[in-house]
């Protein structure tokens, strides 16, 4: 295995970074490790002087930057994600270590594009962005002073990744997973069919919907395993509509 292979599948996600200096530094922190794919949601300021000087010799890196509109588009090709949050979520996944998270990371790379999703300094991410991804991640601090900032978060991040992925030896199977608008795509039929058929409740959808995308999540579903779903759906919806 060529290690720039894994790493190469690779993108940094920040969403809503409210401070130029930490996306420069999250740039430097990345081409330390090999990853060099930045996605930026709606960064207040960028381009920005501060961020090219926090980014010292990665200003290829900052240069070659997506900035997107929202969460979806910056995932759109991935077949898994991480969300690292500090805060636990009482209807999100079951949340991973940093080293736990590297290893699936790295496994997910060989074959498919991932992406490590950080929020906005001040208030991380929404519910909703966690809910869009395929695990959420805490890294492991002192209780007493888990004060980690942006970019210091990324580098635990990419360093753990970099690690997991010098470790990991491609296996025989070829697994085709589904990605993120195949299964934004499965959540947005699922639901029309249980709303159509008053399972849902109409006062409080997301609550059910959350809870049905973290046990989705935990199977990482193949591409075959969302078209039998999404059939299934059709199907269903069809016999309803020849009664």
Not at 156 to 176: D, H, N, P, Q
């Amino acid at each position: 295995m060529k290690t720039g292979e894994p790493l190469s599948r690779i993108r940094v996600v920040l969403s809503n970074p409210a401070h130029p200096g930490n996306i420069g530094a999250a740039a430097r922190a990345m081409k330390t490790m090999g990853i060099t794919r930045l996605c930026l949601v709606r960064p207040q300021r960028f381009p920005d002087p501060e961020a090219s000087a926090l980014a010292a010799n990665a200003r290829d890196v900052l240069e070659a930057a997506r900035v997107y509109a929202d969460l979806d588009a910056a995932l759109a090709g991935t077949s898994f994600s991480v969300a690292l949050s500090a805060r636990p979520r009482e209807l999100s996944h079951a949340p991973l270590d940093a080293r736990a998270a590297a290893r699936e990371i790295a496994e997910a790379a060989l074959r498919d594009e991932v992406a490590l999703v950080f929020g906005n300094e001040t208030v991380g991410l929404s519910n909703r962005e966690v809910m869009r991804c395929s695990r959420i991640v805490h890294i492991t601090a002192d209780p007493e002073y888990a004060a980690l900032n942006l970019a210091q978060a990324v580098q635990v991040m990419v360093y753990e990744v970099r690690v997991a992925a010098l470790g990991t030896r491609e296996t025989s199977a070829k697994l085709e997973y589904a990605t993120h608008e195949e299964t934004e795509a499965f959540y947005a039929s699922l639901e029309h069919s249980l709303r159509a058929s008053g399972f849902l409740h109409p006062r409080h959808p997301r609550k059910l919907m959350d809870r049905l995308r973290r046990l989705f999540a935990k199977a990482r579903l193949e591409r075959s395993e969302i078209n039998i779903l999404r059939g299934m759906l059709a199907a269903w919806e069809e016999s309803e509509r020849k009664k």
